[in-house]
Protein backbone atom coordinates (compact mmCIF):
# COMPACT_ATOMS: atom_id res chain seq x y z
CA UNK A 1 0.00 0.00 0.00
CA UNK A 2 2.87 2.32 0.66
CA UNK A 3 2.86 2.82 -3.50
CA UNK A 4 -0.15 4.25 -3.24
CA UNK A 5 1.08 7.30 -1.41
CA UNK A 6 4.80 6.98 -3.76
CA UNK A 7 1.72 7.14 -6.66
CA UNK A 8 0.78 10.75 -5.20
CA UNK A 9 4.26 11.61 -4.60
CA UNK A 10 5.61 11.39 -7.45
CA UNK A 11 2.65 13.37 -9.20
CA UNK A 12 3.29 16.27 -7.08
CA UNK A 13 6.99 16.42 -7.39
CA UNK A 14 6.45 16.78 -11.05
CA UNK A 15 3.77 19.33 -10.69
CA UNK A 16 5.80 21.17 -8.54
CA UNK A 17 8.90 20.98 -10.35
CA UNK A 18 7.65 21.16 -13.58
CA UNK A 19 4.99 23.88 -13.03
CA UNK A 20 7.07 27.13 -13.04
CA UNK A 21 8.47 25.92 -16.65
CA UNK A 22 5.18 24.78 -17.58
CA UNK A 23 3.48 28.46 -16.84
CA UNK A 24 6.15 30.27 -18.50
CA UNK A 25 5.38 28.07 -22.00
CA UNK A 26 1.66 29.02 -21.82
CA UNK A 27 2.44 33.17 -21.40
CA UNK A 28 5.44 32.86 -24.01
CA UNK A 29 2.82 31.53 -26.27
CA UNK A 30 0.30 33.66 -25.20
CA UNK A 31 -2.26 30.58 -23.87
CA UNK A 32 -4.39 33.47 -21.51
CA UNK A 33 -8.32 32.30 -20.24
CA UNK A 34 -10.65 34.21 -21.79
CA UNK A 35 -13.02 35.76 -19.28
CA UNK A 36 -16.80 35.70 -19.67
CA UNK A 37 -18.82 39.14 -20.49
CA UNK A 38 -21.22 38.54 -17.87
CA UNK A 39 -19.40 37.42 -15.15
CA UNK A 40 -18.57 39.44 -12.06
CA UNK A 41 -16.97 42.25 -13.07
CA UNK A 42 -13.98 41.81 -10.21
CA UNK A 43 -12.85 38.89 -12.74
CA UNK A 44 -11.79 40.94 -15.90
CA UNK A 45 -8.40 41.88 -13.92
CA UNK A 46 -7.75 37.45 -14.46
CA UNK A 47 -8.28 38.47 -18.30
CA UNK A 48 -4.73 36.79 -19.89
CA UNK A 49 -4.05 34.20 -17.03
CA UNK A 50 -2.09 31.17 -17.72
CA UNK A 51 -4.41 28.55 -18.50
CA UNK A 52 -4.92 24.67 -19.53
CA UNK A 53 -3.08 23.71 -16.27
CA UNK A 54 -4.82 20.92 -16.15
CA UNK A 55 -2.54 19.37 -18.88
CA UNK A 56 -0.01 19.68 -16.31
CA UNK A 57 -2.44 17.74 -13.68
CA UNK A 58 -2.94 15.15 -16.60
CA UNK A 59 0.31 14.52 -17.60
CA UNK A 60 1.66 14.31 -13.70
CA UNK A 61 -1.05 12.16 -12.75
CA UNK A 62 -0.45 9.79 -16.22
CA UNK A 63 3.63 9.27 -15.24
CA UNK A 64 2.70 8.69 -11.18
CA UNK A 65 0.06 5.99 -12.13
CA UNK A 66 2.05 4.48 -15.16
CA UNK A 67 5.02 3.81 -13.36
CA UNK A 68 3.58 2.65 -9.67
CA UNK A 69 0.43 0.63 -10.20
CA UNK A 70 0.01 -2.86 -11.91
CA UNK A 71 -2.61 -1.94 -14.43
CA UNK A 72 -5.44 -3.83 -13.92
CA UNK A 73 -8.80 -3.31 -16.02
CA UNK A 74 -10.64 -1.44 -13.49
CA UNK A 75 -7.85 1.09 -13.13
CA UNK A 76 -6.87 1.08 -16.52
CA UNK A 77 -10.98 2.03 -16.76
CA UNK A 78 -10.53 4.99 -15.24
CA UNK A 79 -7.49 6.67 -16.20
CA UNK A 80 -8.94 6.08 -19.35
CA UNK A 81 -12.11 7.93 -18.48
CA UNK A 82 -9.38 10.54 -17.00
CA UNK A 83 -8.22 10.82 -20.12
CA UNK A 84 -11.07 10.90 -22.29
CA UNK A 85 -12.98 13.55 -20.70
CA UNK A 86 -9.69 15.94 -20.41
CA UNK A 87 -9.41 15.59 -23.91
CA UNK A 88 -12.73 16.65 -24.59
CA UNK A 89 -12.01 19.42 -22.42
CA UNK A 90 -8.43 20.67 -24.57
CA UNK A 91 -10.75 20.34 -27.33
CA UNK A 92 -12.46 22.92 -25.68
CA UNK A 93 -9.98 25.07 -24.19
CA UNK A 94 -8.38 25.03 -27.46
CA UNK A 95 -11.65 26.37 -29.48
CA UNK A 96 -11.36 29.00 -26.26
CA UNK A 97 -8.17 29.94 -27.14
CA UNK A 98 -8.37 30.04 -30.75
CA UNK A 99 -11.50 31.82 -31.43
CA UNK A 100 -10.42 34.51 -28.73
CA UNK A 101 -13.61 33.81 -26.43
CA UNK A 102 -14.90 32.35 -23.62
CA UNK A 103 -17.31 30.07 -25.40
CA UNK A 104 -15.74 26.95 -26.31
CA UNK A 105 -17.35 23.40 -27.89
CA UNK A 106 -20.61 23.46 -28.24
CA UNK A 107 -22.69 21.55 -25.89
CA UNK A 108 -24.28 19.29 -28.07
CA UNK A 109 -20.86 18.10 -29.37
CA UNK A 110 -19.29 18.20 -25.77
CA UNK A 111 -22.56 16.13 -24.86
CA UNK A 112 -21.93 12.99 -27.72
CA UNK A 113 -18.38 13.12 -26.60
CA UNK A 114 -19.26 11.85 -23.06
CA UNK A 115 -21.94 9.63 -24.27
CA UNK A 116 -19.32 7.90 -26.17
CA UNK A 117 -17.15 7.92 -22.96
CA UNK A 118 -19.57 6.66 -20.80
CA UNK A 119 -20.12 3.98 -23.47
CA UNK A 120 -17.13 2.57 -23.17
CA UNK A 121 -17.24 2.68 -19.46
CA UNK A 122 -20.65 0.29 -19.64
CA UNK A 123 -18.30 -2.42 -21.76
CA UNK A 124 -15.67 -2.11 -19.49
CA UNK A 125 -18.03 -2.60 -16.59
CA UNK A 126 -19.45 -5.36 -18.45
CA UNK A 127 -16.41 -7.14 -18.75
CA UNK A 128 -15.52 -6.62 -15.27
CA UNK A 129 -19.69 -8.68 -14.65
CA UNK A 130 -20.25 -5.32 -12.13
CA UNK A 131 -24.36 -5.72 -11.23
CA UNK A 132 -26.57 -3.75 -12.33
CA UNK A 133 -27.83 -2.41 -9.20
CA UNK A 134 -27.02 0.32 -6.74
CA UNK A 135 -26.52 -0.31 -3.03
CA UNK A 136 -28.37 1.94 -1.21
CA UNK A 137 -27.48 1.89 2.46
CA UNK A 138 -28.80 2.18 6.33
CA UNK A 139 -31.83 0.56 4.84
CA UNK A 140 -29.33 -2.52 3.54
CA UNK A 141 -30.55 -3.41 0.23
CA UNK A 142 -29.92 -3.75 -3.38
CA UNK A 143 -31.94 -1.73 -5.84
CA UNK A 144 -32.26 -3.37 -9.83
CA UNK A 145 -31.93 -1.57 -12.44
CA UNK A 146 -31.45 -3.67 -15.12
CA UNK A 147 -30.02 -1.74 -18.54
CA UNK A 148 -31.33 0.99 -16.52
CA UNK A 149 -27.73 0.69 -14.87
CA UNK A 150 -26.11 2.05 -17.84
CA UNK A 151 -28.33 5.33 -18.07
CA UNK A 152 -26.73 5.42 -14.69
CA UNK A 153 -23.48 5.20 -15.71
CA UNK A 154 -23.94 7.94 -18.26
CA UNK A 155 -25.59 10.55 -15.67
CA UNK A 156 -22.70 10.08 -13.36
CA UNK A 157 -19.63 10.11 -15.97
CA UNK A 158 -21.50 13.42 -17.76
CA UNK A 159 -22.53 14.86 -14.34
CA UNK A 160 -19.54 14.72 -12.77
CA UNK A 161 -17.43 15.79 -15.48
CA UNK A 162 -19.65 18.92 -15.86
CA UNK A 163 -20.37 19.71 -12.23
CA UNK A 164 -16.24 20.06 -11.26
CA UNK A 165 -15.94 21.90 -14.44
CA UNK A 166 -19.00 24.19 -13.39
CA UNK A 167 -17.17 24.34 -9.73
CA UNK A 168 -14.12 26.03 -11.82
CA UNK A 169 -14.96 29.84 -11.20
CA UNK A 170 -12.48 31.01 -8.30
CA UNK A 171 -9.01 30.36 -7.68
CA UNK A 172 -8.30 27.06 -6.02
CA UNK A 173 -12.27 26.10 -5.17
CA UNK A 174 -12.33 22.89 -8.29
CA UNK A 175 -9.23 21.83 -7.15
CA UNK A 176 -9.27 21.94 -3.94
CA UNK A 177 -12.81 20.29 -3.83
CA UNK A 178 -11.98 17.57 -6.25
CA UNK A 179 -8.37 16.63 -4.13
CA UNK A 180 -10.90 16.04 -0.88
CA UNK A 181 -13.40 13.89 -3.10
CA UNK A 182 -10.84 11.86 -4.82
CA UNK A 183 -9.07 11.06 -1.22
CA UNK A 184 -12.37 9.92 -0.08
CA UNK A 185 -12.71 7.31 -3.28
CA UNK A 186 -9.42 6.54 -3.14
CA UNK A 187 -9.60 5.62 1.14
CA UNK A 188 -12.76 3.52 -0.09
CA UNK A 189 -10.89 1.61 -2.52
CA UNK A 190 -7.71 0.90 -0.02
CA UNK A 191 -10.27 0.06 3.04
CA UNK A 192 -11.74 -2.59 0.06
CA UNK A 193 -8.44 -3.82 0.12
CA UNK A 194 -7.54 -3.73 3.66
CA UNK A 195 -11.16 -5.74 4.12
CA UNK A 196 -10.90 -8.39 1.50
CA UNK A 197 -7.46 -9.79 3.53
CA UNK A 198 -9.77 -11.40 6.17
CA UNK A 199 -9.34 -15.19 6.95
CA UNK A 200 -10.97 -16.79 4.21
CA UNK A 201 -10.34 -14.28 1.49
CA UNK A 202 -7.82 -12.84 -0.71
CA UNK A 203 -7.27 -9.72 -1.31
CA UNK A 204 -8.56 -7.50 -4.02
CA UNK A 205 -5.86 -6.63 -6.12
CA UNK A 206 -8.18 -4.53 -8.65
CA UNK A 207 -9.33 -2.57 -5.42
CA UNK A 208 -6.23 -1.28 -4.45
CA UNK A 209 -5.08 -0.74 -8.08
CA UNK A 210 -8.09 1.57 -8.05
CA UNK A 211 -6.12 3.56 -5.25
CA UNK A 212 -3.09 4.01 -7.67
CA UNK A 213 -5.37 6.58 -10.62
CA UNK A 214 -7.28 8.39 -6.80
CA UNK A 215 -3.56 8.67 -5.51
CA UNK A 216 -1.99 9.95 -8.88
CA UNK A 217 -4.68 12.62 -9.81
CA UNK A 218 -4.52 13.99 -6.05
CA UNK A 219 -0.84 14.61 -5.99
CA UNK A 220 -0.83 16.39 -9.09
CA UNK A 221 -3.95 18.20 -8.10
CA UNK A 222 -2.05 19.50 -4.94
CA UNK A 223 1.04 20.15 -6.61
CA UNK A 224 -1.15 22.22 -8.84
CA UNK A 225 -3.20 24.41 -6.47
CA UNK A 226 0.51 25.70 -5.60
CA UNK A 227 0.28 27.50 -8.51
CA UNK A 228 -3.68 27.85 -8.34
CA UNK A 229 -4.56 29.49 -4.82
CA UNK A 230 -5.42 32.77 -4.92
CA UNK A 231 -4.16 34.92 -6.61
CA UNK A 232 -3.64 32.44 -9.17
CA UNK A 233 -1.02 31.86 -11.31
CA UNK A 234 -2.51 29.67 -13.95
CA UNK A 235 -5.73 28.06 -14.49
CA UNK A 236 -6.54 24.41 -14.88
CA UNK A 237 -9.30 25.22 -17.82
CA UNK A 238 -11.73 22.15 -19.06
CA UNK A 239 -9.12 19.84 -19.50
CA UNK A 240 -8.35 19.33 -15.63
CA UNK A 241 -11.67 20.24 -14.81
CA UNK A 242 -13.17 17.41 -16.72
CA UNK A 243 -10.27 15.34 -16.28
CA UNK A 244 -10.68 15.07 -12.90
CA UNK A 245 -14.32 14.88 -12.94
CA UNK A 246 -14.40 12.10 -15.49
CA UNK A 247 -12.00 10.30 -12.48
CA UNK A 248 -14.25 10.97 -10.03
CA UNK A 249 -17.45 9.44 -11.65
CA UNK A 250 -15.37 6.60 -12.84
CA UNK A 251 -13.96 5.61 -9.74
CA UNK A 252 -17.91 5.49 -8.20
CA UNK A 253 -19.05 3.18 -10.68
CA UNK A 254 -16.09 0.81 -10.65
CA UNK A 255 -15.73 0.68 -6.96
CA UNK A 256 -19.85 0.60 -6.75
CA UNK A 257 -20.63 3.35 -4.53
CA UNK A 258 -22.58 5.13 -7.08
CA UNK A 259 -25.12 6.25 -4.67
CA UNK A 260 -22.61 7.63 -1.96
CA UNK A 261 -21.45 9.61 -4.88
CA UNK A 262 -24.20 12.28 -4.15
CA UNK A 263 -22.35 12.97 -0.50
CA UNK A 264 -18.65 12.47 -2.40
CA UNK A 265 -19.39 15.20 -5.20
CA UNK A 266 -22.21 17.04 -2.83
CA UNK A 267 -20.68 20.27 -3.46
CA UNK A 268 -20.40 19.74 -7.33
CA UNK A 269 -23.83 18.40 -7.56
CA UNK A 270 -25.20 21.56 -5.21
CA UNK A 271 -23.33 23.67 -8.09
CA UNK A 272 -24.97 22.17 -10.91
CA UNK A 273 -28.64 22.24 -9.46
CA UNK A 274 -27.88 25.86 -8.79
CA UNK A 275 -27.69 26.36 -12.44
CA UNK A 276 -30.20 24.20 -13.14
CA UNK A 277 -32.94 26.00 -10.90
CA UNK A 278 -31.53 29.56 -12.11
CA UNK A 279 -32.07 28.63 -15.46
CA UNK A 280 -35.84 27.07 -14.78
CA UNK A 281 -37.03 29.68 -12.29
CA UNK A 282 -35.64 32.09 -15.06
CA UNK A 283 -37.53 30.47 -18.37
CA UNK A 284 -40.80 30.17 -16.31
CA UNK A 285 -40.82 32.46 -13.51
CA UNK A 286 -38.95 35.06 -14.86
CA UNK A 287 -37.27 35.62 -11.72
CA UNK A 288 -33.82 34.37 -10.94
CA UNK A 289 -33.13 32.50 -7.39
CA UNK A 290 -29.48 33.33 -7.09
CA UNK A 291 -27.34 36.84 -7.96
CA UNK A 292 -25.50 34.25 -10.29
CA UNK A 293 -25.00 30.87 -10.88
CA UNK A 294 -23.17 29.09 -10.73
CA UNK A 295 -23.93 29.11 -6.79
CA UNK A 296 -20.17 30.33 -6.17
CA UNK A 297 -20.79 33.30 -8.43
CA UNK A 298 -23.65 34.43 -5.92
CA UNK A 299 -21.77 34.34 -3.09
CA UNK A 300 -18.97 36.69 -4.78
CA UNK A 301 -21.84 38.75 -5.93
CA UNK A 302 -22.78 39.19 -1.92
CA UNK A 303 -19.49 40.70 -1.60
CA UNK A 304 -17.50 37.54 -0.05
CA UNK A 305 -14.01 36.90 -0.86
CA UNK A 306 -12.83 34.40 -2.97
CA UNK A 307 -10.79 32.81 -0.42
CA UNK A 308 -13.59 33.02 1.87
CA UNK A 309 -15.52 31.27 -0.29
CA UNK A 310 -13.29 28.76 -1.35
CA UNK A 311 -12.17 27.71 1.85
CA UNK A 312 -16.21 27.32 2.91
CA UNK A 313 -16.77 25.08 -0.10
CA UNK A 314 -13.44 22.95 0.93
CA UNK A 315 -15.09 22.51 4.72
CA UNK A 316 -18.78 21.51 3.37
CA UNK A 317 -17.02 18.95 0.92
CA UNK A 318 -14.96 17.96 4.11
CA UNK A 319 -18.04 16.98 6.04
CA UNK A 320 -20.17 15.62 3.20
CA UNK A 321 -17.48 13.22 2.26
CA UNK A 322 -16.86 12.41 6.09
CA UNK A 323 -20.66 11.13 6.09
CA UNK A 324 -20.28 9.45 2.73
CA UNK A 325 -16.94 7.34 4.34
CA UNK A 326 -19.06 6.86 7.33
CA UNK A 327 -22.01 5.26 5.94
CA UNK A 328 -19.15 3.72 3.42
CA UNK A 329 -17.44 1.92 6.48
CA UNK A 330 -20.26 0.73 8.07
CA UNK A 331 -22.49 -0.45 5.12
CA UNK A 332 -20.49 -1.76 2.56
CA UNK A 333 -19.05 -4.76 4.26
CA UNK A 334 -18.46 -6.83 0.76
CA UNK A 335 -15.01 -7.60 -0.36
CA UNK A 336 -16.22 -6.73 -3.92
CA UNK A 337 -19.45 -5.18 -4.25
CA UNK A 338 -20.25 -6.40 -7.68
Known sequence: MSRVLVAALVALIITILAGPVFIDFLRRHALGQQIREDGPEHHSSKQGTPTMGGVLIVIAATIA??????RTAPALAIFGTMLACGAVGFLDDYIKLRHQRSLGL????KMLFLIG?????????HHQHLRHSVYVPIVNTNIQLGWGWYVLVFFIIAGAANAVNLTDGIDGLAAGT???A???LTAMAVTVYIRSGAPGHSRIATRLDAAFIGAAVIGAAIGFLWFNAFPAEVFMGDTGSMAMGGAIGAMAVFLKVELLLLLVGGIFVIEALSVMLQVVSFKYWGRRLFLMAPLHHHFEMKAWSETKIMVRFWIVTGILCAAGFALFYKYYREFYPR
Open 182 to 184: LFT
Open 117 to 125: IAAAVCVAA
Open 178 to 180: AVI
Open 106 to 109: PGRY
Open 65 to 70: FLTTSA
